[in-house]
């Protein structure tokens, strides 16, 4: 764990490791600065062209104004920018045979499948999502300049039945004007205050499995009420708990059900009508195997 706190260390300092000999890429603008009033019932429809199908893979490069997101497993996902930036979400220390190494992984906390005290330490910034002293919330404000991350913190179940206060992050990832939310093993429903924090976000990621985090009748309300343009269930544990989910979308959502882990999205192309995006899960370098 002090390798831990070490790595948490270096994300404050805002260490920017490899990511500096990369391109060098100015972040545009966002949209989903944090609302300062209460935001029960709004709803956000975006006017653009429905997303298409891609058939790229992670080593190739991201097109100009776009983001890409592969599947990985469970609740990770690569997060790449066209300058080259990768971020893993929910590490918990294997992405498969493919020796990649991410500029940021983040984590949390309420399962060992969402975190590792062991991160490869060739990883310049380890995100930690959860409190360290049990009692204050961790913040990060990781500016690496084509890419703004942040989190806001939610409770979680502890094993005993308890309360584990800010055991887990939502993390949001600003890039090419497009704000990215990832759940974690979100167990409530946000506050007023916590959506207020995250605000708009134009993709989600979602954990679907209906018993071990948010409750699927919860889960579905919450991203009813969020309405982003892309929702990408994750935290499914067979095609079962994925088609329950599926189903109580589809009165709002268009459902898109995809043969690849990837896709690409910009402001330009996100769907018309919000859209619910289901990837197959595939370990980097796991692809034709």
Partial sequence: MG???????AVLTLALGPALAQEVVERKPSHCRAYVENVPGFQVIRAAAALEPQTVDYKSQV??????LNYIDHSMFL?????GLSVVTDYNGYIGPDDVVPDVVTMNHAHGSH???SPDTRIPNVLPGWSQDGENAVH??????????RNVPTDIRSAYGGVEAHGNSIFVFEAEGLCI??????????????????????????????????PLPEMIALLKHVRSA???????????????????????????????????VSLRDLPRTPTVVALPPRFLGMEGR
Avoid: C, K, N
């Avoid at 390798?3 to 260390?9: A, D, H, I, K, V």
């Fill in 140 to 149: 990060h404000h990781l500016d690496l300049g084509e890419m703004l991350i």
């Fill in 79 to 83: 997060i790449q920018t066209r300058g």
């Fill in 3 to 9: 390798r831990l706190l070490g790595s948490l260390t």
């Fill in 63 to 68: 097109p100009d104004e776009h983001v890409r």
């Fill in 115 to 117: 975190w590792t005290a």
């Fill in 230 to 264: 892309v929702v990408i269930p994750m935290h499914w544990f067979s095609t079962g708990s994925l088609d329950r989910f599926l189903v109580g979308m589809q009165d709002q959502f268009e459902i898109d059900v995809r043969d690849e882990p990837f896709i690409e």
């Fill in 181 to 214: 939310g990832h759940l974690g093993h979100l167990h409530h429903t946000p506050t007023p205050e916590q959506y207020a924090a995250i605000g708009r976000l134009d993709v989600v990621m979602a954990p679907v499995d209906g018993g071990l985090t948010l």
